[in-house]
């Protein structure tokens, strides 16, 4: 896993993908339960850094939790605006809309990617399946998909 | 409607101002009382109606206490005796009244004939309503409270169900799985059921230090302050920076939990309205009382007239529980400047004797 690349994956993502910000959420490596925002690329400012997440909290930590994609076109009326200080990345980078998805390993969800667009409907559905149709099943050593093996 | 003769005018107004429950003064232009009716005798102490039936003392001065001006809530500056060319025709007028005390009263005050130089000064007791619109703030301020409560509760009782009950079904499920397995997968379900165990201890933790962190009962305000910005940094990315010159260590119990709260709900409020990627929290003492500062520099709101964002219970829990230990609270804010949240509260004495 420390072989990947997932700073140059995730620029190419945004690169690919034309929207404004790409983020990778990871657990820490000494503390299973915490998610901070590892690789980046787009960003305004530097704040995503003292983000630190837990299981159900925020955009990373609610897929991390559910283990599903958590896909939300138009933030200002699909989150209450007065629970947007749960989802501090979305207001730093003032994201308008996202597709974040969970990523396995051993069957657990160790990384949440995040694309996202600062404009409403930038990011929705549509640019889910493309991910998916697209990036096949991994994303470097992670897996998009719980594959049922047991 | 029938043409009214004078006579039958002057009648009505007799009897007007004989069975009015609001009391009518005739006042001359240096507001010396030439006559009032039976509701206006009521309101006088009888011992001061009589030196003013005697003719001993003539002024309104003698019972009245001020008025509420824009300025002042009970005032004698710019009074309105003297002062005929401002607008009296309503304000609010506070007298010393025959066995209730000091009374605030609707008043008018205007000339009605202005070649003998005569004033009306007629008065409308307000106790009644005062005290019907107290009650209906309270009854609504009490709802609001349970509303509160229960919502929190609300969140807890989620939270207990959505996180801890749903990780221990997943352990048990998972212990339950081990009995089938090889042994070289039994070793790597432990590890993940270590881990699944350790972020529940964690949530569990986190929910136990949201009702009531230890810190506060074991170390005190400093440390409970600094554990608590550690996770506002964390939860939510903004900056506390936080600067204690407290000399005292610990405080009375109460007063450290009244405090402490205060705290941790003007933080809350400019992580959730400010907008700022900074708060600045100040602890201090000066001569004998407690000073907590808590400054953004964020969108800031109008004071007097806030626009309603979460409960709407927070400014005035805030305030009620400081006025429980005798403390003040300020919040001072401007549009687009920020907010500042000065809390005041004495520290008893008798901490320092023990």
Redesign the interface.
Same mark, same amino acid.
């Given at each position: 896993m420390e072989s990947f690349d997932f700073q140059t994956a995730i620029h190419q993502l945004h690169e690919i993908y034309e929207v404004d910000l790409v983020a990778l959420a990871m657990v820490l490596p000494e503390?299973?339960?915490l998610l901070k925002w590892k690789y980046i690329s787009g960003n305004l400012?530097q704040? +995503?850094k003292?983000?630190?997440?837990?299981?159900?909290?925020?955009v990373a930590g609610a897929v991390f939790?559910s283990g599903k994609p958590y896909i939300v076109s138009n933030v200002p009326t699909q989150i209450d605006p007065?629970k947007m +200080?749960?989802y501090?990345?979305l207001?730093?980078e003032q994201i308008k809309s996202f597709v974040a998805l969970p990523l396995f390993k051993?069957h657990?969800v160790t990384a949440v990617l995040l694309v996202a667009s600062r404009e409403i409907e930038g990011a929705g559905i549509a640019l889910y399946q493309r991910m998916m149709d697209e990036l096949g099943e991994c994303f470097g050593p992670l897996y998009l998909q719980e594959l049922m093996t047991? | 409607m029938i043409q009214m003769t004078n006579n039958q005018m002057i009648d009505f107004l007799v009897k007007m101002y004989q069975n009015s429950t609001e009391a009518i003064f005739f006042l001359d232009e240096e507001g010396n009382i030439l006559s009032l009716n039976p509701a206006a005798e009521q309101i006088i102490d009888p011992s001061l109606l009589q030196k003013i039936k005697g003719g001993n003392i003539n002024s309104l001065c003698s019972f009245c206490r001020g008025y509420t001006s824009d300025e002042h809530l009970m005032t004698c500056v710019h009074c309105y005796l003297k002062d005929p060319e401002s607008d009296f025709t309503s304000f609010q007028v506070y007298l010393e009244t025959n066995g209730k005390g000091i009374v605030p009263y609707a008043a008018s005050y205007h000339m009605i004939d202005e070649e003998n130089g005569v004033y009306v000064f007629m008065l409308r007791d307000l106790t009644l309503q005062y005290k019907k619109q107290e009650l209906v703030y309270r009854n609504k301020m009490l709802q609001k409270t349970i509303d509160a409560q229960e919502k929190e509760r609300r969140r807890i009782s989620r939270e207990l169900h #959505?996180?801890v009950v749903q990780e221990l079904i997943s352990t048990l499920v998972d212990i339950r799985v081990m009995r089938y397995m090889d042994e070289k #997968?039994i070793l790597?379900k432990i590890d993940?059921t270590e &881990?699944t165990l350790?972020?529940l201890i !964690?949530?569990i933790r986190?929910l136990s230090v949201f009702l009531r962190p230890a810190s506060l009962d074991d170390l005190g305000l400093e440390a409970a302050f600094r554990s608590h910005f550690k996770w506002v940094?964390?939860?939510? &990315?903004? !900056?506390v920076s936080f600067t204690s010159t407290i000399k005292q260590r610990r405080y009375l119990p109460n007063m450290e939990t009244t405090v402490y709260r205060i705290c941790q709900e003007a933080v809350l409020n400019a992580?959730?309205y400010a907008?700022v990627?900074e708060i600045t929290v100040i602890l201090t003492e000066s001569e004998d009382r407690l000073e907590l500062y808590v400054r953004d520099k964020g969108e800031g709101f109008d004071v007097d007239h806030p626009t309603v964002? &979460?409960s709407g219970i927070g400014l005035f829990g805030m305030k009620e529980r400081a006025e429980l230990i005798n403390g003040k609270l300020k919040v001072h804010s401007e549009h687009h400047k920020g907010t500042t949240v000065f809390l005041s509260v004495p520290i008893p004495n008798q901490l320092e004797e023990e």
């Open positions: 503390e299973q339960f400012n704040q +995503y003292r983000i630190q997440l837990r299981t159900g909290k925020g939790k007065n +200080y749960h501090p990345i207001q730093f051993n657990r047991n | #959505d996180s #997968d790597k993940d &881990g350790n972020r !964690e949530d986190d940094k964390q939860t939510y &990315g903004i !900056e992580v959730k907008k990627a964002k &979460g």
